[in-house]
Structures are given as C-alpha cells and as structure tokens.
C-alpha cells in the first residue's frame, strides 16, 4: 500500500533516475523533462524512455521532453588560493539571523520570539552554499574560508570564521564569525537591507550580485524544479528549487536571488547552466533551519 500512495503522489520523480534525464518541473499542467539529448524513440533503451504519462499528487498527468545542458553547480575551479591557505569558489550571498536555543518552542509558538525575547538565543551568519565552503556537498567538515561579498571586496578580511553545513539536499551553509569585528559587520549587513523572504512566481523581476558576473538581472521562470545537479563527479538530487532564465556562471553561486519590487531575497544561488540558473528556495531554507532573511 506504501509503494503505491509513493507511486501515486510522486511516481514523476522515478523518471529522473533514467540515464540522461537531469530535471523535471511542471508547465502548463504538463510534466516536462529535460535530458541532456533528445533522440528518437528507435534509438532508445526500452528503460530509457520517458512514459507519456505519469503520476504527480495522485492526478495522472502528460510528459514532454526538452534537451538542456546539464546543470553544474555554480563554483569556480579556479578559484585563487591564499598564502594562509583559504580560498575563494563562490560568494557570500548576505546575511541571515539564525535562532540557535529554543528551536522546539519557536516550531510550536512562531511568536515567541517576539512576545518573550529572552527565552530565544539567536546569532548573525553569513549565508553560503555547502559545495561553496567544502568544495564537496557531500562533506559535513567544510574549510576555513575568505569569500568575497555580493560586490565587495571581502566581508571577513582577515578574520577566522567557521562553517555549520546545513546538509546536501538543501546545499546550504551558514558562515560564524569568530571576531567581534566580524559579528558587528554580519549585524549590520543583517539591519542595512530590506528583510524578509518573497514567494516564487513565475515571470517576476530579479538579479542577483555573485563573485564572477557582478550584478545580473533576469526572471523567475519555473516556481519550482527537481534537478540532478553535478557536483565534480558527483551528482546529487536538489528538491526545494526555483528556476530562472540563465543569470549565473561559476564563481556565482552562494549569491541571493532577490526580488526587484521588493528587494527580499527569492532563492540562494547554487547551480545552472547557460540558459537556466537554479537558486534554493529562500522559504524553504528559512523554514528548515528556522533562521530570518
């Protein structure tokens, strides 16, 4: 019974474990795959075929296939590397405040924090990706780094920091400053900007700030994708993304997707290719690591 409420509500994921298939999203009612080349059916595996229809949310639904590039996460392998051995792969996408005592609470009463402060621990870090500051989404240890910010030189200069990763199917990381010089920097930059998270929705106005292409506008184009993303040799299942029209290129990821009307943060950069750029869902991060944007 298990094995079939699973194929009824997502039976469209097995497809993705078919060789080159790299994604899935859902357009106009239809279920649409993306394969790294598009062939005829004669030229297939019977295995390889993508079924004409398939199960999501317990409505059967039609596929189509489209060819794409395989998306890569966002770093660069030629990243510089320090004299005292810290390096620079990505970008600091900004700021967040992550509640780190009374989690449990906060889960059963989200008001708590406001009505009864001092029952709540919280703390200012810096927002990255896992892939950014491990140089592996699959490492729970990451490296001592120095990373460029959204535009500026260098938000920590000299100062240690250290790394909690937030695991690989969210490919987060949270950035602790060690100094009070570099707390005082993560505070202000958290009360400088307009805070909040925006909804995906498709066709919306964005841009981002990343370490290789500057500032870059673009557009919310997929609500939401599930995406074998290609991590070195690795490939790992992202679920809690947002797509948008090609915006990135690697050195780029760990930036914020932002919202142009509201200035509030849509997704945090982590992967792409030349016509698409995959940001994690800002909602989905703030809601599993119960932090504030």
Request: charge should be positive; include cysteine.
């Amino acid at each position: 019974m298990k094995k079939l409420i699973k194929k009824l509500w997502g039976g469209f994921e097995n497809e993705l474990d078919k060789k080159g298939v790299h994604a899935v999203t859902t357009v106009n009612g239809k279920i649409q795959y993306y394969v790294t080349k598009k062939k005829p059916l004669d030229r297939l595996k019977a295995e390889d075929v993508i079924k004409r229809r398939v199960w999501k949310h317990l409505i059967p639904r039609k596929t189509n296939v489209e060819q794409m590039s395989q998306i890569k996460a966002q770093i660069d392998t030629n990243y510089e590397l320090h004299r005292d051995g810290t390096d620079m792969v990505g970008t600091l996408g900004g700021c967040v405040k992550i509640y780190t005592v009374g989690k449990m609470l906060l889960k059963a009463h989200p008001n708590l924090a406001k009505k009864w402060p001092n029952l709540v621990e919280t703390n200012y870090v810096g927002l990255t990706n896992q892939h950014v500051v491990a140089n592996d989404i699959t490492k729970a240890e990451a490296n001592l780094i120095r990373m460029p910010y959204a535009g500026k030189k260098k938000l920590f200069q000299s100062d240690g920091i250290k790394i909690n990763a937030g695991g690989d199917k969210y490919d987060v990381a949270f950035v602790h400053a060690t100094t009070d010089a570099a707390k005082t920097r993560l505070r202000q930059d958290f009360f400088n900007r307009v805070r909040g998270t925006q909804p995906p929705k498709v066709g919306r106005s964005v841009y981002k700030r990343g370490r290789t292409t500057g500032l870059t506008r673009g557009a919310c184009t997929m609500s939401s994708i599930i995406a074998n993303v290609k991590y070195g040799d690795k490939t790992v299942r992202i679920r809690h993304a947002i797509g948008f029209s090609g915006m990135s290129r690697g050195g780029d990821s760990g930036s914020f997707i932002v919202d142009t009307e509201t200035g509030k943060p849509m997704a945090l950069l982590f992967a792409g290719n030349t016509k698409l750029t995959l940001g994690i869902s800002a909602q989905k991060i703030a809601k599993k690591f119960m932090i504030v944007f």
